[in-house]
């Protein structure tokens, strides 16, 4: 079974800096793309940033220029620095991904459970 754990989230100041990691586990055949979205109290679910398997990235206008997305494919894991946080900035993070699982050979789409990072002001 795959799953996306992710990690690092917490509390932090505005102007301040964390770095979410995410991890896929289980039989996995290969990676396209890995990404983080975020899902604030009474607002729909947004992509932050994504990262397909040959570097190229995109971003949200929103957290250009403060966020970096990057990915360790030996690892199958991805990574969100994220840095000058604001507290606009504070949701739930999903990290997301579309992998081939050995087991069906198909693209499908998997999301982690979330990790919570609030920014206080």
């Known amino acids: 079974q795959v799953r996306l754990v992710e990690s690092g989230g917490g509390l932090v100041q505005a102007g301040g800096s964390l770095r979410l990691s995410c991890a896929a586990s289980?039989?996995?055949?290969?990676?396209?793309?890995m990404g983080w979205y975020r899902q604030a109290p009474g607002k729909q679910r947004e992509l932050v940033a994504v990262i397909v398997r040959g570097g190229g990235t995109n971003y949200a206008d929103s957290v250009k220029g403060r966020f970096t997305i990057s990915r360790d494919n030996a690892k199958n894991a991805v990574n969100l620095q994220m840095s000058s946080l604001k507290p606009e900035d504070t949701a739930v993070y999903y990290c997301?991904?579309?992998?081939?699982?050995?087991?069906?050979?198909?693209?499908?789409?998997?999301w982690g459970l979330g990790t919570q990072v609030t920014v206080s002001s």
């Open positions: 997301n991904a579309d992998l081939i699982a050995t087991y069906n050979l198909r693209t499908t789409n998997y």
């Open positions: 289980g039989s996995i055949t290969s990676i396209s793309a």
